[in-house]
């Protein structure tokens, strides 16, 4: 599929068939994850591939939709502090663009691949904390499941190009 063809596919998928994501398919979207860069090439950041059978109620104190435990898989997307690369002039630390940046890798990949996801940051940090065991200095950034859609496209609502893009100046 074209890049832009993938582009134009992937929706955020609100619910999930049970069948299993083949392994093959994991470990392509896990690869294009890898290969995304980061700043400074620093790669601050670990993708937890979770399980979801047997695991429904721990996963539902993260976050309580039944369509994120319907997906056979979850993934995890953690910033690692003090590997991230941080700008000296201002001490901005750039993992959360890192971690972007990585995420849109394992979505779009997951959509060549006929698969569906769901950027998730509305999910309970401390939850995510306990149930994965992630130590200090690890941050649960973004959350998607992962498995073939059970739901349909919707039209794409966005700002008009002229209203997004300005040239020049602001
Ligand atoms: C950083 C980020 C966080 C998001 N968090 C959530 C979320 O917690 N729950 C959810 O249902 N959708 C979440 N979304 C999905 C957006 O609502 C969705 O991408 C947007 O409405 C555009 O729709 P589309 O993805 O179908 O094109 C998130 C998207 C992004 C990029």
Request: charged fraction near 30%; proline fraction near 7%.
């Amino acid at each position: 599929m074209d890049l832009f063809d993938v582009i134009k596919r992937r929706y955020s998928v609100r619910a999930y068939r049970p069948d299993p994501v083949e392994e093959e398919k994991l470990q392509e979207i896990l690869e294009a994850g890898r290969l995304a860069p980061t700043a400074a090439n620093r790669q601050p950041f670990r993708i937890i591939v979770v399980r979801t059978a047997g695991r429904t109620e721990a996963l539902a104190r993260i976050y309580g939709r039944d369509w994120f435990t319907d997906a056979p898989l979850v993934l995890c997307l953690c910033g690692v502090e003090e590997e991230g690369w941080v700008r000296g002039k201002d001490d901005k630390s750039y993992i959360d663009v890192d971690a972007a940046i990585v995420m849109d890798h394992l979505v779009l990949a997951a959509t060549a691949l006929g698969l569906g996801t769901c950027w998730i940051a509305a999910f309970d940090p401390d939850a995510a904390r306990e149930v994965l065991s992630l130590p200090d200095g690890v941050a649960p950034l973004l959350f998607t499941p992962l498995g073939y859609p059970a739901d349909q496209p919707r039209p794409k609502q966005r700002k008009d190009l002229d209203d997004l893009v300005k040239w020049n100046r602001w």
